[in-house]
């Protein structure tokens, strides 16, 4: 006996991808919602429980009931300028409230963005965080990302800016 539970009020989020397609994306979310294993979708579809085939079921209805809520736009190459344009098309077109992006990484596209400019990739990454704060207050939206660490992060207790990779400087930006 599975209940779906309808919130009347909903915010449209925008997700933006740098690695996964659209395709991979909707896979990952099928699973979260359904509680279904992306590896059970991808491998053993015709292997599934009843109970697991309802759940699925159930997913699909609320990934189409909400589908005009939930926006993916992957850019495989950001740079700062592609993203400030993403993200105000969907705060202005689609009234965007939430965004996550994907992860801050040293992209060709960012780094090109700067090469005649001779500036740091550390730099580059923190000018990358700093815009995306300055989305976040401008817009009065939620942004949410991450970023790569590095080194032996994962033998340690805590893990300090220390194991960011590429720039300490994007932990500064973070609230």
């Known amino acids: 006996n599975l ?13 933006i991808a740098t690695e996964q397609d659209h395709s991979e994306i909707q896979t990952l979310i099928l699973a979260y919602i359904s509680g279904v294993s992306e590896d059970r979708l991808l491998t053993e579809m015709s292997n599934l429980t009843e109970e697991e085939e309802l759940r699925l079921q159930l997913a699909i209805q609320i990934m189409e009931e909400y589908k ?37 990484f040293s992209s060709p596209g960012l780094l090109g963005e700067f090469r005649d400019l001779r500036v740091r990739e550390d730099v580059a990454l923190m000018m990358l965080s700093n815009t995306l704060k300055e989305l976040a207050t401008n817009y009065q939206i939620f942004i949410m990302s991450g970023t790569q660490l590095s080194g032996d992060y994962d033998k340690v207790f805590f893990r300090g800016i220390g194991y960011i990779r590429g720039s300490r400087a994007v932990a500064d930006k973070a609230d």
Request: charged share 20%; aromatic share 22%.
């Open 3 to 15: 209940n779906v539970i309808v919130k009347p009020k909903y915010y449209p989020v925008l997700f």
């Open 68 to 104: 005009g809520n939930f926006h993916i736009e992957y850019i495989p190459d950001p740079n700062i300028a592609i993203i400030k344009t993403k993200v105000g098309k969907y705060v202005y077109k689609h009234d965007v409230r939430f965004v996550f992006y994907d992860y801050i």
